[in-house]
């Protein structure tokens, strides 16, 4: 059976980044891509903040940038799944989509963090027909329509402001009467004509015969000034914030109540010895590309010295 060193899950700037690392360290470094290769920076437009690309980069370009020098130095980066994982003993068994076995002497975790739905049924009805959680990829759907996104952090308004690059219009449904969004992102969405916002409010269902043709609000629900209403859209985007992909380790490796595995800080050790995690599904707090990358880096020069000491 095949015995790697270092078993990478997941292909986002962590996974990357632990592979370049790993690679440079002859540790030969096995990356598993997961569902969506490159992580959620493939499906944003213009990353701005990323230091060394005062231009700003596009986010596929860049993960494709990671993947090559990862490969470069000599990372194999297998397209499949992880479907399941034994951490009870050493070398660990990781299962592949397909069935296969891998068994892995050190494994970092680097599956990141998938978007939130509000838990909606009319979500999952119109699902593929006028929901979705990517504007970016959907967006395009929906040139001189109406459309919403719901949510009032950063990624609701870098959604509405694309949107608003081709829709007819936006409604940004904010449940709170304020953005949380940085100062710069709700200055910009503020200063876009075609953008509304929607303070104090909630969506309490969809309709429309064949796909989203409207969505039910509620204003200052649970209060005298209570208003409900409806808004005619195309579009309805989620936007408000994501749920850690460790799914599979539940019962392996302890996991916060949402889910992000905890790791021993300033380290990316696990509680169990010899398996790692890095980038969004152990950071609950700052979610950036640069942080995820940050710990991918940690977590290689831990694994190799785990191997190193074992
Ligand atoms: P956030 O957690 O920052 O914001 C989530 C938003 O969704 C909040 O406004 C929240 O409302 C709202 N929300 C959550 N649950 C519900 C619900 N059930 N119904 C209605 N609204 C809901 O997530 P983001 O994804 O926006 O950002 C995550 C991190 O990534 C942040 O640190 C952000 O700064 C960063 N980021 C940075 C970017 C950049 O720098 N360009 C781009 C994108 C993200 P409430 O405020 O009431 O809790």
């Given amino acids: 059976m095949e015995t790697v060193k270092v078993l990478i899950i997941g292909s986002g700037p962590a996974g990357y980044t632990s592979a370049i690392y790993a690679s440079r360290a002859n540790l030969n470094p096995v990356v598993y891509e997961g569902n969506q290769p490159g992580g959620q920076l493939t499906q944003t437009t213009e990353i701005e903040n990323f230091p060394g690309y005062p231009e700003g980069i596009q986010g596929p370009e860049m993960m494709d940038q990671l993947r090559r020098q990862a490969e470069r130095f000599g990372a194999e980066i297998r397209p499949k799944t992880i479907a399941e994982v034994d951490f009870s003993s050493r070398p660990f068994k990781v299962v592949d989509e397909d069935g296969n076995t891998v068994m892995a002497e050190t494994v970092i975790i680097s599956t990141g963090a998938s978007a939130k739905y509000l838990g909606l049924s009319d979500e999952e009805k119109y699902r593929g027909l006028g929901v979705s959680a990517c504007a970016t990829c959907d967006g395009f759907f929906y040139r001189k329509k109406n459309v919403a996104v719901v949510g009032g952090g950063d990624t609701a308004c870098e959604e509405a402001l694309y949107l608003a690059t081709l829709a007819k219009k936006v409604y940004l449904i904010v449940r709170k009467d304020y953005l949380r969004a940085s100062e710069v992102m709700q200055r910009r969405v503020r200063e876009k004509e075609n953008i509304e916002i929607l303070f104090n409010c909630n969506t309490v269902g969809l309709f429309g015969e064949d796909g989203v043709e409207g969505a039910k609000i509620v204003q200052f629900k649970g209060t005298p000034q209570e208003d409900f209403f409806d808004i005619e859209i195309d579009g ?8 850690p ?12 109540a949402e889910g992000y595995i905890i790791t021993k800080a300033p380290t ?9 995690a890095a980038g969004d599904c152990a950071d609950p707090i700052y979610r950036q590309a640069i942080a995820a990358a ?12 785990f191997l190193m000491e074992h």
């Fill in 294 to 305: 940050g710990t991918g880096c940690r977590a290689a020069l831990d694994a190799e010295r």
């Fill in 268 to 276: 990316t050790r696990t509680n169990v010895e010899g398996v790692f």
């Fill in 236 to 243: 309805f985007f989620l936007a408000i914030g994501h749920k």
């Fill in 245 to 256: 992909n460790t799914d599979i380790f539940r019962g392996q490796i302890d996991l916060d």
